[in-house]
């Protein structure tokens, strides 16, 4: 329960009962000044002295005890009705149809009712406003007649009259309660969107290890607990992020001490097979020493690839980036090669342009790069039996291709590896801030080394 009082529901749920409240009281603050009004109105009057009905029968009762009336009498009846009505109007006609007597009559009314204009005043009073008795005297019509009129917003209800009187005031504090419950909505829901927009920009926010960084929990309600979670997942990752730091520390030590350990016994078995080259050996047994020859250059070649792709994932394989020639270097690097091809029947082509301008590259890196490459066609493409080596420029580039009418990588070869060449190749062009680019088929191999200008 203690939660829910906590969350954004409950707080919303609680602006909108103090408006519903607010309401509710403004409506018994209207009621009660009506009440106060009816009081100011009617002082001591009785509910009946406010009823039409009532009013209409006790004026007809007391003109009926105005018989033969003098005219002190009428002005005296009609002084006792001013007292008790201060807004109503009365006039007396008597029976030859002669205006006697008249008492805040508003407009003009004839010295000399015929016949005809009392039928006529009559139906034109009837349910109008005033509110018009008329009373024969002594409840005779021999003896003329007695009319009282009432305006008849005195006979509306107390509440009607508070609307009327305070209806601007009334409509000017909706409307400030109306405005107020927009304005607290709207401060409300800007808060949630803050704290919302704080919580995505902590989100976005990386520390040095490029993990997220935590945010300070200030509310227990929904989003509080998000922010919990959040820092909660933060310090996972974090944990996460630790272990795996540990397991690659313990994998590249396992790789180094590997590489080290294997590197002795390897060149044992190198030394022993040069002494057996110089025996005396049947075709069959120099065969296979040149067999195993080729094996040892294979792994001791695995094994420094394995070393350098350990060092470069760790940023710890030195870099030194100079400016130099790099067709120049591609054409020494090719005189090394070029016998190497040449004993497996390689079609080698060389078609190199100088560029115009050098590149900042590392030469042992640019080095490890070709020989990796050139190892890959030496693996791959002996099946068709072609290398060339061109260069291309343009205005937005330099790039060096080595191209091969092998079966291509994808396909199975009694050489394929793991791929760690390749790999370092990728880490060491980007590491130059160079790019690359390896198109694969059935009609061979096409690798591009590039620098963009």
Known sequence: MKRFFQSLQAKYMTIILVALFLFQAAYLLIAMLAMGLQEDISGEKSKNESDPNHIEEKWHADAKKLERASQEAIL????????????????????HGNLMEQLDVKGDLPANWTPAFTAKFIKERY????????SFIGGDEKNGFIVLEIPRNLFLPPIVEVTEKYGLLLGAGLLLIITLFIIISFLF?????????????????????NLPIGI?????DEIGQLEQTFNEMILELKESRQREQEEEQLRRELIANLSHDLRTPLTKINAQTYSIAKEKLSPEGKQA????????????????NLMSYTLLMASKHKQELTELDAVRFVRESMASWYPVFE?????????????????????????????????NV??????????????????????IIFIDHGKGLK??????????????????????KLDWEMESGDEGTAIKIRRIK
Do not use: C
Request: net charge negative; aromatic share 10%.
């Open 411 to 432: 396909n199975s070869s009694g050489e394929k590896g793991a791929g760690i060449g390749l790999s370092i190749i990728d880490l060491m062009v980007k590491g130059m």
């Open 216 to 220: 300070d929990v200030q509310k227990n």
């Open 378 to 399: 030496l693996r791959h493409a002996k099946d068709g039996l072609y290398l060339e080596v061109a260069t291309e420029s343009t205005d937005e580039y330099d790039e």
């Open 76 to 95: 005296s009846h009609f002084s006792k009705w001013k007292k008790k009505y201060p807004d109503a109007s009365m006039f007396w006609v008597d029976e």
């Open 343 to 375: 004993k497996e029947s390689f079609e080698v082509i060389i078609e190199l342009e100088p560029f115009q301008e050098k590149w900042q590259a590392d030469p042992v890196w640019l080095s490890r790069i070709f020989d990796n490459i050139l190892q």
């Open 127 to 134: 349910g109008g406003d005033p509110f018009t008795v008329i």
């Open 289 to 304: 020493v040149k067999a195993l020859e080729t094996s040892i250059v294979n792994i001791d070649r695995l094994i420094e």
């Open 189 to 209: 829901f800007r808060g949630i969107r803050k704290r919302l927009l704080h919580l995505q920009e902590a989100m976005e926010r990386r520390d040095m290890d």
